[in-house]
């Protein structure tokens, strides 16, 4: 019961008196609700039954960071640090390059921590070559946090995975 | 304010003569509610001084989630910074960059399209509605009552998954920049919002039916946590907690900011000044906020993201030839159709010297920002100023005289968010 239920002359309670009976009112509203509930019965499941069926994720989703590669399977990144420069957690981002004797940028080192990264998607943003992107991959869970600072090799995408995830999202590369 | 023995009066007449104060030795208990408790919406700590059941005093301890936003804004750069907005107010992370990109929009004087600024509505008003439906679920769980809750997750996910589509995140959307969006609207996703706003108000109309006429909610609720005008305005309490004292002070409507004086739609209020008021003046704004998003998808310059996105690259491809061949004719392109008002290069880009503040209504009530740069890439200072924060410093006072089994209803009609108010 509610503490001014017994004052008739309370301002909340002289709405209840002009509707009338609250108990039949309240038992109309509790029949209602129960009907509503039932009514979900025959209506088909919301939820999905991972891992045997797996979501449709978007192409934008932001998932695990890959870098792209050119067609012929040669890096495309070109070590510039942008990313890093933009990327919101410290040291998140790892590059070493330095330059050939033609002058060419050749990255000789490339780690994300994968742990730290929070997938807001920055240094996707500003890779002036379209370099780092994003995968739909989400199943990162790993055994150490070790295992989860990816190097350049697990980073890198052939070019024929390369070329398909442009492909499948429409993808014109800057620079090729 | 009520005492003990208005509280009880059959346990005061079964004790003829004797006050209950005087019957039982009523020595003050302390009791220490959270940190971690699973109604207080995060970490908040509650030190409660109880006489009996009914609450003296309290003393809301808070801090436990400082991660120290502002100071953050010091030592990134302004791009570096924006994601970790996403991270402090997460239910309804696309109010926090929008005044955070109004700010540098107003210091940089940077021109906004009009289609961004409908993005930008449509985005803000379904994650009002998200908001609003986490609110309800676990308003109606603190109460007791568990069905509400899985069906607003069910039509959250809905809601994330557009959002999905659009930004690539779920929750931590990263999507404003300054003087425009990061990414057009993909094709179809138009249509996607349309289909929710279509079946969204019979799904409201569903949980009405369970919730809203409940006697045990209205019990619950009615005559609870009485707060006045005079005492919003004393705390600064603002949002759906003071328009359910009457007073109908939404920014939407008093200070127009984006394109909200372009839209047809009303300020739910309530003279209820309860815990059932505020509840209903939440899920009529759920109603509004429909009504707001559809009137966008109408209005919307350029219309649904597929086609304008072919046009784009074909005007792209015609105005390089143009130049070569001056007889090539350019198809039409509205400045109005940008999703970018400026070109802004993310990584190098300093705003001018100079400082703005700005306010919106967040789901909670008035956000607002203020922010000082000096012509580096960082700022010099960032002062947030979420609602959560306000609305919880009435907490103490209006607990004051109710019963400790009250505190999650009332607690509960404030909608704070804890990450907000320790920032």
Request: aromatic fraction near 8%; glycine fraction near 6%.
């Amino acid at each position: 019961m509610s503490n001014h239920s017994h004052d008739a002359q309370h301002p909340l309670n002289a709405i209840e008196h002009a509707e009338g009976n609250v108990v039949l009112e309240g038992i109309k509203a509790i029949a209602q609700g129960f009907a509503t509930v039932l009514k979900h019965h025959p209506r088909e499941a919301v939820t999905l039954e991972y891992p045997e069926v797996m979501p449709e994720l978007s192409d934008r989703f932001h998932g695990r960071l890959s870098l792209l590669s050119k067609s012929d399977d040669t890096d495309l990144c070109i070590g510039c640090q942008a990313c890093a420069r933009v990327c919101p957690c410290d040291d998140l981002i790892q590059i070493d390059m330095h330059r050939d004797d033609d002058k060419k940028p050749v990255v000789t080192r490339f780690t994300i921590d994968m742990g730290r990264c929070i997938f807001c998607g920055n240094c996707t943003e500003v890779c002036p070559v379209d370099c780092i992107k994003m995968l739909s991959d989400f199943e990162l869970a790993d055994y150490s946090r070790e295992a989860l600072v990816l190097d350049k090799k697990d980073l890198t995408l052939s070019g024929q995975e390369s070329d398909e995830w442009r492909a499948k999202r429409g993808y014109t590369p800057t620079v090729l | 304010m009520m005492s003990v023995k208005e509280l009880n009066p059959e346990l005061q007449s079964n004790l003829p003569g004797v006050s209950i104060e005087a019957g039982f030795d009523t020595n003050d208990l302390v009791v220490n509610i959270g940190p971690q408790h699973p109604s207080t919406h995060g970490v908040l700590r509650l030190v409660t001084t109880l006489n009996g059941e009914v609450v003296k005093e309290m003393e809301p301890v808070i801090g436990y989630l400082h991660r120290s936003k502002e100071k953050m804004g010091e030592s990134r750069s302004l791009f570096q910074y924006q994601p970790t907005i996403d991270r402090v107010e997460y239910l309804s992370s696309f109010y926090d960059h929008l005044v955070f990109v109004n700010c540098i929009e107003q210091i940089a004087d940077i021109p906004v399209p009009k289609r961004v600024e409908y993005i930008r509505v449509i985005c803000l008003e379904l994650n009002r509605i998200t908001s609003h439906l986490l609110w309800f679920g676990t308003f109606l769980l603190d109460l007791g009552a568990s069905t509400p809750f899985f069906w607003c997750f069910r039509d959250r996910e809905e809601v994330f998954t557009i959002f999905e589509n659009l930004t690539g995140a779920r929750m931590m959307y990263n999507y404003f920049r300054f003087g425009g969006v990061n990414n057009d609207l993909p094709a179809g996703w138009l249509e996607e919002v349309r289909a929710f706003c279509n079946h969204f108000p019979d799904r409201l109309d569903e949980y009405e039916a369970v919730a809203t006429k409940n006697p045990i909610l209205m019990d619950r609720t009615k005559g609870h946590g009485i707060m006045t005008k005079e005492f919003c305005l004393k705390y600064g309490v603002t949002g759906p907690a003071l328009r359910a004292t009457g007073e109908a002070l939404d920014l939407r409507k008093t200070n127009p900011y984006s394109v909200y004086n372009e839209l047809d739609f009303d300020v739910p209020t309530h003279t209820g000044c309860d815990t059932y008021a505020r509840y209903l003046v939440r899920v009529q704004e759920m109603r509004e906020s429909i009504k707001i998003i559809k009137q966008c998808i109408d209005k919307i310059p350029g219309g649904d993201g597929g086609a304008l996105a072919i046009l784009k690259k074909e005007v792209e491809a015609k105005t390089k030839e143009a130049k070569k061949n001056p007889e090539i004719v350019v198809p039409h392109w509205d400045k109005d159709w940008d999703t970018m008002g400026k070109k802004i290069n993310l990584l190098t880009y300093k705003p001018p010297a100079g400082e703005a503040s700005n306010f919106v209504e967040s789901p909670r009530g008035v956000l607002g920002c203020y922010i000082i740069t000096d012509g580096t890439p960082k700022a010099y200072r960032i002062k947030w100023r979420g609602a959560s924060f306000s609305n919880l410093s009435a907490l103490p006072e209006l607990m004051k005289g109710h019963m400790y089994s009250d505190l999650m209803a009332i607690f509960g009609s404030l909608d704070v968010i804890m990450p907000e108010v320790d920032r």
